[in-house]
Protein backbone atom coordinates (compact mmCIF):
# COMPACT_ATOMS: atom_id res chain seq x y z
CA UNK A 1 0.00 0.00 0.00
CA UNK A 2 0.70 3.33 -0.87
CA UNK A 3 1.14 5.77 2.89
CA UNK A 4 -0.67 9.27 2.03
CA UNK A 5 -0.23 12.19 4.46
CA UNK A 6 -2.65 15.61 3.31
CA UNK A 7 -2.05 19.11 4.44
CA UNK A 8 -2.74 22.65 3.17
CA UNK A 9 -7.05 23.01 4.66
CA UNK A 10 -8.26 25.67 6.12
CA UNK A 11 -10.61 28.11 6.41
CA UNK A 12 -10.91 30.73 3.52
CA UNK A 13 -13.27 33.30 2.23
CA UNK A 14 -15.81 32.70 -0.77
CA UNK A 15 -14.26 33.50 -3.70
CA UNK A 16 -10.94 32.43 -1.95
CA UNK A 17 -8.18 29.83 -2.67
CA UNK A 18 -6.48 26.84 -0.89
CA UNK A 19 -3.80 24.21 -2.17
CA UNK A 20 -3.94 20.84 -0.60
CA UNK A 21 -0.79 19.18 -0.59
CA UNK A 22 -0.49 15.02 -0.53
CA UNK A 23 2.68 13.64 0.04
CA UNK A 24 2.99 9.65 -0.69
CA UNK A 25 5.26 7.15 -0.09
CA UNK A 26 5.88 3.57 0.48
CA UNK A 27 5.56 2.14 -2.93
CA UNK A 28 6.86 3.00 -6.65
CA UNK A 29 4.27 5.34 -7.36
CA UNK A 30 4.58 5.48 -11.35
CA UNK A 31 1.75 2.91 -11.23
CA UNK A 32 -0.60 4.44 -9.43
CA UNK A 33 -3.66 6.56 -10.23
CA UNK A 34 -4.20 9.91 -7.21
CA UNK A 35 -7.35 11.05 -6.54
CA UNK A 36 -8.93 13.61 -4.61
CA UNK A 37 -12.43 13.07 -2.88
CA UNK A 38 -14.50 15.03 -0.30
CA UNK A 39 -16.91 14.57 2.14
CA UNK A 40 -19.11 17.01 3.67
CA UNK A 41 -21.01 16.35 6.36
CA UNK A 42 -23.58 13.89 6.61
CA UNK A 43 -22.95 13.17 3.04
CA UNK A 44 -21.13 10.58 0.91
CA UNK A 45 -17.60 10.65 0.35
CA UNK A 46 -17.71 11.75 -3.46
CA UNK A 47 -14.86 12.56 -6.32
CA UNK A 48 -13.25 15.15 -7.03
CA UNK A 49 -9.92 15.07 -9.11
CA UNK A 50 -7.75 12.29 -10.38
CA UNK A 51 -4.33 11.95 -11.86
CA UNK A 52 -2.24 9.47 -13.88
CA UNK A 53 1.18 9.19 -12.42
CA UNK A 54 2.92 9.41 -15.89
CA UNK A 55 0.85 10.56 -18.72
CA UNK A 56 -0.82 13.29 -15.97
CA UNK A 57 -4.38 12.55 -17.57
CA UNK A 58 -6.76 14.26 -15.60
CA UNK A 59 -10.19 14.06 -14.46
CA UNK A 60 -12.44 16.27 -13.16
CA UNK A 61 -16.21 15.96 -11.08
CA UNK A 62 -18.47 18.55 -13.06
CA UNK A 63 -19.09 20.80 -9.74
CA UNK A 64 -15.41 21.89 -10.19
CA UNK A 65 -14.30 21.86 -13.46
CA UNK A 66 -12.67 25.08 -14.47
CA UNK A 67 -11.83 26.04 -11.02
CA UNK A 68 -9.84 23.23 -9.39
CA UNK A 69 -6.99 21.67 -10.95
CA UNK A 70 -5.50 18.66 -9.96
CA UNK A 71 -0.88 18.10 -10.63
CA UNK A 72 1.70 16.02 -9.57
CA UNK A 73 5.24 16.43 -8.56
CA UNK A 74 7.18 13.36 -9.66
CA UNK A 75 10.43 14.17 -7.66
CA UNK A 76 8.71 15.39 -4.66
CA UNK A 77 6.07 12.28 -4.66
CA UNK A 78 3.56 14.46 -3.92
CA UNK A 79 -0.02 15.28 -5.84
CA UNK A 80 -1.84 18.95 -5.26
CA UNK A 81 -5.22 20.03 -5.76
CA UNK A 82 -5.02 23.86 -6.00
CA UNK A 83 -8.77 25.33 -5.43
CA UNK A 84 -10.11 28.88 -6.72
CA UNK A 85 -12.69 30.40 -6.82
CA UNK A 86 -13.92 28.37 -3.84
CA UNK A 87 -17.70 28.31 -2.62
CA UNK A 88 -19.39 27.58 0.63
CA UNK A 89 -20.61 24.10 -1.06
CA UNK A 90 -17.44 23.12 -1.14
CA UNK A 91 -16.99 22.71 2.69
CA UNK A 92 -15.57 19.71 3.14
CA UNK A 93 -13.00 16.77 4.36
CA UNK A 94 -10.17 16.51 1.26
CA UNK A 95 -9.39 12.63 0.87
CA UNK A 96 -6.23 11.97 -1.19
CA UNK A 97 -6.18 8.37 -2.45
CA UNK A 98 -4.02 5.64 -4.74
CA UNK A 99 -5.06 3.38 -7.00
CA UNK A 100 -4.51 0.79 -9.36
CA UNK A 101 -6.83 2.15 -11.96
CA UNK A 102 -7.74 5.32 -13.66
CA UNK A 103 -11.39 5.20 -12.49
CA UNK A 104 -13.54 7.66 -10.48
CA UNK A 105 -15.38 5.27 -7.80
CA UNK A 106 -14.06 5.60 -4.63
CA UNK A 107 -14.40 1.27 -4.11
CA UNK A 108 -11.48 0.93 -6.40
CA UNK A 109 -8.97 3.31 -4.04
CA UNK A 110 -6.96 1.37 -1.17
CA UNK A 111 -4.85 3.73 0.40
CA UNK A 112 -6.48 6.51 1.91
CA UNK A 113 -5.15 9.52 3.77
CA UNK A 114 -6.35 11.13 7.09
CA UNK A 115 -7.98 13.84 5.44
CA UNK A 116 -8.01 17.77 5.90
CA UNK A 117 -10.77 20.20 6.56
CA UNK A 118 -11.83 22.88 4.09
CA UNK A 119 -13.96 25.13 5.21
CA UNK A 120 -15.01 28.25 2.79
CA UNK A 121 -17.44 30.99 4.65
CA UNK A 122 -17.08 34.54 5.11
Known amino acids: QVQLVESGGGLVQPGGSLRLSCAASGRTLSSYVMGWFRQAPGKEREFVAIINWIVSMTRYADSVKGRFTISRDNVKNTVYLQMISLKPEDTAAYFC???????????????WGQGTQVTVSS
Open 97 to 111: AASRVFRTEKSVYDS
